[in-house]
């Protein structure tokens, strides 16, 4: 064991002399909506949720974080607010999702309050104790739209997160826990003023915006990803319209208006098919990937031979 561990060494300190060192990056994976409700709350009771993710864990597990929408609240209360469409998963099937790789759920939705805030709060609760870090939640508005952080080998990515959607009957209350609803204006001003104050990091937006089934942002939606590019955002990525859209560079930095669905019951077939966007962080380079999938039966199924460099 002992000279195994010296051979190690030794070969380390030979690949370190030849100019070449460990890999230093950071890796995170963003996915779109996902919703456990309805006919995938079906499917969960008959099949699993490893239906649902066995396809997407070795992409998953590439990456150091992976980051879902969760468009639904995941709480034993039942309060439904009176809406169209109203959306219940099982607390339990968060630990699933956490063995299957994923790390943060995004709450800045237009779901998050279906079981209303109550349903919410508990929500963020039962993520955190499956070990799932929520994004764009807090006891205030200015703790739910503060960024959250992920480190790695001294790098550091930054993550806001908002809904910018009017939310269907519910109330925003600025000192009650609940989710970001910051305005494209307030976004603009807390990522310049992080961006002053962190001049290293890497910043991402994650956006609740855009019109349902619609493959392209409006031009309202373009100026805004603007905007937050000029103040120092480096990466968008927009969920909501359930179908992928146009994506485009603005000033050399990568906006993603929707990544379509990752995990939903949708019937319409424009709904079957979503990317994840990979972003990997090294000391002198960034990379994109994206990774489509095809949803079949509404499994995710990654289509290996169409991943991209972007």
């Known amino acids: ?46 099949q699993g949720m490893g239906y649902f993710t066995d396809d997407l864990i070795p992409e998953i597990s590439k990456a150091d974080y992976t980051i879902i929408n969760l468009e639904c609240p995941a709480t034993d209360i039942v309060a439904p607010l009176t809406k169209k469409y109203v959306f219940r998963a099982e607390p339990a099937w968060l630990a699933d999702l956490r063995k299957a790789g994923i790390t943060h759920g995004i709450l800045a939705n237009n779901h998050s309050y279906d079981q209303g805030r109550d349903g ?27 960024p959250v952080v992920l480190l790695k080998n001294g790098m550091e990515v930054a993550i806001f997160s908002s809904v910018t959607l009017p939310l269907e009957g519910w109330m925003y209350l600025d000192d009650s826990p609940g989710m970001c609803q910051a305005s494209i204006d307030d976004l603009v001003q807390s990522v310049s003023a992080y961006r002053a104050a962190h001049p290293a990091s890497f910043i991402v937006v994650t956006l609740h915006w855009g019109v ?15 905007a937050l590019v000029m103040v120092g955002t480096d990466l968008i990525i927009g969920h909501h319209p359930h179908v992928v859209q146009t994506y485009e560079r ?27 966007v990979k972003l990997t962080l090294r000391p002198k380079e960034n990379d994109i990937t994206i990774i489509p999938y095809e949803a079949v039966k509404n499994k995710p199924i990654i289509r290996s031979s169409e991943i991209t460099s972007y």
């Open 250 to 276: 603005i000033n050399g930095k990568p906006v993603f208006y929707s990544l379509g669905n990752l995990i939903f019951d949708n019937p319409r077939t424009i709904t079957h098919r979503g990317i994840l």
């Open 1 to 46: 064991m002992l000279r195994s561990l010296r051979a190690n060494w030794w070969f380390i300190l030979l690949l370190m002399a030849c100019g070449h060192k460990p890999a230093q990056e950071l890796s995170v994976i963003f996915g779109g909506d996902v919703m456990l409700d309805r006919g995938i709350r079906v499917q969960i009771s008959r």
């Open 212 to 226: 349902e089934y619609q493959s392209t942002p409006t031009a309202t939606q373009r100026e805004q990803a603007k």
């Open 120 to 146: 919410l709060v508990s929500t963020a609760r039962n993520m955190a104790l499956s070990g799932i870090t929520p994004i764009g939640f807090g006891q205030t508005q200015t703790a739910a739209c503060a």
